[in-house]
């Protein structure tokens, strides 16, 4: 089953709006990385956060991790045409840390 | 560096048909990790390695085999293609198999099983 839900599903702004993208989990994590993916390509890997941190910049990118809700947030300011994508969530597991699970996703229209 | 590259893009199979798919990755990466993508389901883990000459099952393991012979390669096998595994591939690497390691994917190989 999958560990991350993000919500919403879907997202369509203009451009220069800010875009906010949440995740939900259902276990205890180390860590939470939040991925792109354009359409018809691979993932990228945007930015990571640890169970002990509250949030990180990256450019226009701010994650946040709320462990006590289980759930993470990631905010785009000042969004672009190029911003449009898929965004995943994945978390590792505190027993299995071998691997990454991933969210279902969530799809980012940018409007010019 | 080429990064993660996945051999073939794209493959139209019928039904019972075998193949190999292969993932190659020059970053000297210890994990490679097997996904499948199917709309609105997210990546779901097929099967991982942690190093050369291992593998493990992930999530979705059944009807798929892999193997882990040289530590840049990573094959996915389909013995007897079905059409429930028409999807697309992500083959991934990763330094280290730790959560706080970030994964390289490749470009995907999107597969139709008739």
């Known amino acids: 089953s999958q560990q991350g839900e993000e919500d919403p599903q879907a997202l369509s702004i203009q451009e220069g709006e800010n875009a906010t993208m949440n995740c939900s989990y259902k276990t205890s994590i180390n860590n939470l990385q939040w991925y792109r993916q354009n359409s018809g390509r691979g993932l990228v890997h945007l930015i990571l956060i640890r169970s002990n941190e509250r949030e990180k910049h990256s450019g226009r990118l701010r994650v946040t991790l709320d462990t006590s809700k289980k759930s993470s947030s990631l905010l785009i300011t000042a969004s672009r045409a190029a911003d449009t994508a898929s965004y995943f969530c994945?978390?590792?597991?505190?027993?299995?840390?071998?691997?990454?699970?991933f969210g279902t996703g969530t799809r980012l229209q940018v409007f010019p | 560096n080429a990064g993660v590259t996945q051999t073939p893009k794209f493959r139209v199979l019928k039904t019972g048909q075998s193949m190999t798919l292969l993932c190659a990755q020059d970053m000297n990466h210890e994990y490679m990790y097997w996904y499948r993508q199917d709309p609105g389901m997210g990546l779901r883990l097929i099967h991982y390695s942690v190093g050369e000459g291992t593998t493990a099952k992930g999530e979705v393991p059944d009807g798929y085999n892999v193997s882990r012979l040289k530590k840049q390669n990573f094959l996915l096998g389909l013995e007897s293609a079905a059409p429930s595994q028409t999807s697309v591939y992500f083959c991934?690497?990763?330094?280290?198999?730790?959560?706080?390691?970030?994964?390289?994917f490749g470009p995907g190989t999107r597969l139709t099983v008739l």
């Open positions: 991934a690497s990763s330094y280290g198999g730790q959560g706080n390691n970030e994964q390289f």
């Open positions: 994945a978390t590792d597991g505190s027993y299995n840390t071998d691997k990454l699970i």
